[in-house]
């Protein structure tokens, strides 16, 4: 099993300037490589395959030599990098999509490059105190990280990824290196649970998990990642009544992204404790099946006669929009997945189709049973409960009868 370990360096300033310009040269390289595939698919109908490409590097890095300091295979996997976005065009093409054409990437959002351990790049815990580890890249120099846990004894490096985070003077950056790990089985517990992703809460369990939730099931989204949310908000009202090339756009700018990382990083932290509460808890975790991309999708915008925008509903629903990708619900998921494997325990997703709607105790289901966002009330039996917690318990009944009809 593979597990990434993410660990942040601390480059001195002129360190940060020769990273900066090394994922320059690679943006440069990238759009450069992108350039030639769209003219000659433009001009002569020809593909150009990815070992073309890797074979011209030679003679760029002859004819330009700021380039020649990067090291060679990490320019390699940039153009790798590349032509997998083509691969993915043309399969999308293929299964009868519309697909948008691979496109040119802005410096300041082009933010990693891939290496081989000991080619071009080393990353190195022996020579350095617990906690702290080198990392020597080729033309930056050697660069202070900072180790919250050890590698696994005996951890094979091979793939690595320099990244930043963030824009300016104010981004983080890190190393990415996936290791191939054990997994660490946990004790069963005999229990399972059925969890419904919120907008109010984090999450509703269909019943208490220690140290995450309250006796009635409700992890609560946490307030410090709100807060962080709304000054994001605020700067983003800002950034756009700023004039365009103005000083203080540019620093709007900055701010933002370290804005949109803080955000990232608090969702992550948040998500990954309330997964491993979840896999202490329970050998089998039930969850929707839910089409995130689709959910987070903006209205199309609706062009009317006079040329200009018509209402379609963006305003109120993009609200809604903030709020799913505020609770971060596919990293989540994603955490959800990766404790469960790490632990053995089991997820297992349900059909969302009227959760929400159906009474836990008595199975009448109608769309007057939601009453309110948060109030459920079974128009049959009279049942009234959370409408979250009401969903949970639907969540785990899917689940477990799910699991019944494997076994028989
Ligand atoms: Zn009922």
């Known amino acids: ?139 930056v120099g050697v660069v202070k990280v900072r180790t919250h846990r050890n590698l696994p004894d005996g951890a094979k490096l091979g793939h690595i990824t320099v990244k930043r985070d963030g824009d300016g003077p104010r981004a983080r950056w890190y190393v990415v290196m996936p290791v191939e790990c054990k997994s660490e089985r946990l004790p069963a517990t005999g229990n399972t649970a059925g969890v419904d992703l919120g907008i109010a809460h984090l999450l509703t369990a269909s019943e208490r998990i220690p140290s995450l939730t309250d006796a009635e099931g409700h992890a609560p989204n946490p307030r410090y990642a709100r807060a962080t949310a709304d000054r994001l908000a605020t700067a983003q009202r800002r950034l756009a009544r700023c004039r365009r090339g103005s000083r203080r756009r540019v620093k709007l700018r900055t701010q933002i992204a370290s804005l949109h990382g803080k955000v990232r990083r608090q969702r992550l932290d948040a998500a990954r404790k309330a997964a491993l509460a979840l896999v202490r808890h329970a050998d089998v975790i039930v969850l929707e099946k839910l089409q995130l991309a689709n959910m987070v999708r903006r209205p199309t915008p609706r062009l009317s006669s006079d040329g200009t925008f018509a209402s379609n509903g963006a305003v109120a629903k993009s609200g809604l929009n903030k709020s799913i990708h505020d609770a971060g619900w596919g990293v989540l998921v994603n955490c959800i997945l990766s404790k469960a494997e790490e632990a053995g325990r089991e997820v297992v997703f349900v059909n969302p189709a009227n959760t929400s709607r159906r009474c836990a105790r008595c199975g009448h289901t109608a769309k007057e049973n939601r009453v309110t966002q948060a109030l459920f009330r079974c128009q049959a039996c009279g049942h009234a409960d959370n409408a979250d917690r009401n969903a949970a318990l639907n969540i785990l009944r899917a689940g477990t009868a799910h699991r019944d009809a494997l076994a028989a």
């Open 1 to 139: 099993m593979l597990k990434n370990y993410v660990f942040r360096m601390y480059p001195t300033a002129k360190q940060r300037d020769r990273l900066t310009q090394m994922l320059a040269d690679h943006c440069e390289l990238y759009n450069a490589a992108l350039e030639e595939r769209r003219e000659a698919y433009r001009k002569r109908g020809l593909s150009i395959h990815l070992y073309d490409q890797q074979r011209q590097l030679t003679a760029i890095r002859a004819a330009r030599p700021e380039h020649a300091v990067w090291s060679f295979t990490s320019q390699q996997q940039t153009l790798r990098r590349l032509h997998r976005a083509f691969e993915a065009f043309f399969r999308r093409v293929k299964a009868g999509e519309t697909p948008g054409y691979p496109r040119f990437r802005a410096r300041r959002r082009f933010d990693s490059v891939d290496f081989r351990q000991g080619d071009g790049l080393k990353f190195d815990t022996a020579s350095s105190s617990p906690g702290h580890a080198s990392l020597r890249i080729q033309g």
